[in-house]
Nanobody, 115 residues
Framework: VQLQASGGGSVQAGGSLRLSCKVS????????FGWVRQVPGKEREFVAE???????IYADSVKGRFTVSRDNVKSTVYLQMDRLKLEDTALYYC??????????WGQGTQVTVSS
């Protein structure tokens, strides 16, 4: 199983980025996926999840600014990030949901928000 995240970069506060996560090695439509972020020295923080049905869950810190979605044809998960804040700076990982845990972490993509 491989999850390849991309789309990170540097952006000014208030800007937007769209992350993508290409998944291979499993039947994509059978699983939920999510995004988790991590800042050096801190624990990983849940960001968003998209379920098999397309239903979504968000952390309070990103609700109303981020949108998670999935494309079952392209086996890809997306995270549209709008109105970015300095505190959104982190390494963003996509992962597969298994039970209550996230597994099969990708390599991460860096998002840096500057003032």
């Amino acid at each position: 199983v491989q999850l390849q995240a991309s789309g990170g970069g540097s952006v000014q506060a208030g800007g937007s980025l769209r992350l993508s996560c290409k998944v291979s090695g499993l039947i994509f439509r059978n699983y939920a996926f999510g995004w988790v972020r991590q800042v050096p020295g801190k624990e990983r923080e849940f960001v968003a999840e998209v379920r098999l049905s397309g239903a979504t869950i968000y952390a309070d810190s990103v609700k109303g600014r981020f949108t998670v979605s999935r494309d079952n044809v392209k086996s890809t998960v997306y995270l549209q990030m709008d109105r970015l804040k300095l505190e959104d700076t982190a390494l963003y990982y996509c992962a597969r949901k298994y039970g209550k845990e996230f597994v099969n972490w990708g390599q991460g993509t860096q998002v840096t928000v500057s003032s």
